[in-house]
């Protein structure tokens, strides 16, 4: 879905291309102050616009396919993955429910592992640059403590920042270190909670679609639960996310099974 959000030709546009307008504005608002993620709203802006052009969804795409090398990086990245990403995106597909919500953007590339995704949707994701130093390499996802091969690793600044963390870490903490730290970790299960219950409403979906339901649905879900939540604890290199309890894994799937339900509601 392509689209674009300007105010001086907005009573010019059909209903559809204010919907495609409303989805591109919403998923910038939520990821406002994040990385940059592909979009191909600045291009539409410059080019796509304007007394004579064409500004429906199909006459948007055509303009920006007709760019070539005046498209931006940015807008590449976002048609590449819109064309290879087609089968996530579509209901029921793991992005399928963000898609409709205009976070298609997050979701394939902030929310979902690669793994979860299509051979041609993973080849399409952009490709990270590693960083070098502590806070872009090492602390990317957090705060930890590293490896020796990692500390040798450091430049000296960067190492005069990890031995003040170190320090505070180990030594006496105070009540305001106290309270930053359960914040992390509040923040941090929060997070993983919403990524678990909102993969296992998927698998939800598709075990609904096999005609399972009743005690047989809540049971295949809540494996699957435990298996995300087991992965999101492993994957965790900060080690500020701890074990699940039973009931917190029970709220996530009976929340799932809910969610698919209603989504299959919506669908009827």
Not at 67 to 79: I, P, Q
């Amino acid at each position: 879905l392509l689209c674009a959000r300007p105010r001086r030709v907005i009573t010019l546009m059909t209903s559809t291309t204010r919907l495609a307008i409303a989805a591109l504005t919403l998923a910038g608002a939520r990821i406002a102050g994040a990385i940059q993620l592909p979009s191909c709203e600045s291009d539409t802006e410059a080019h796509c616009l304007g007394d004579g052009s064409d500004m429906s969804p199909e006459g948007i795409q055509a303009c920006l396919a007709k760019l070539g090398s005046d498209r931006s990086e940015l807008c590449s990245a976002y048609l590449a993955l819109i064309e290879g990403c087609k089968a996530d995106t579509a209901p029921g597909g793991v992005c399928g429910d963000a898609h409709a919500n205009g976070e298609t953007m997050p979701c394939l590339i902030q929310r979902v592992k690669p793994e979860q995704l299509s051979a041609s949707c993973s080849a399409a994701l952009p490709r990270k640059v590693m960083g070098t130093g502590l806070m872009d390499k090492y602390w990317a996802d957090g705060k930890r403590e590293l490896e020796d091969d990692e500390v040798a690793a450091l430049n000296e600044d960067d190492r005069d920042t990890y031995d003040r963390y170190i320090k505070r870490k180990h030594g006496k903490k105070s009540s305001k270190d106290k309270d930053r730290d359960y914040a992390v970790k509040k923040q941090k299960r929060a997070k993983s909670t919403a990524f678990i219950t909102e993969m296992a409403t998927q698998a939800a979906i598709k075990y609904m679609e096999k005609e399972e339901d009743g005690e047989k649905l809540r049971a295949r879900v809540l494996d699957v639960v435990q298996e995300l939540a087991d992965q999101e604890i492993k994957a965790d290199k900060t080690k500020t996310l701890t074990s699940f309890t039973r009931g917190e894994l029970s709220t996530m799937a009976n929340k799932a099974v809910q969610d698919a339900r209603k989504a299959g509601k919506q669908e009827l």
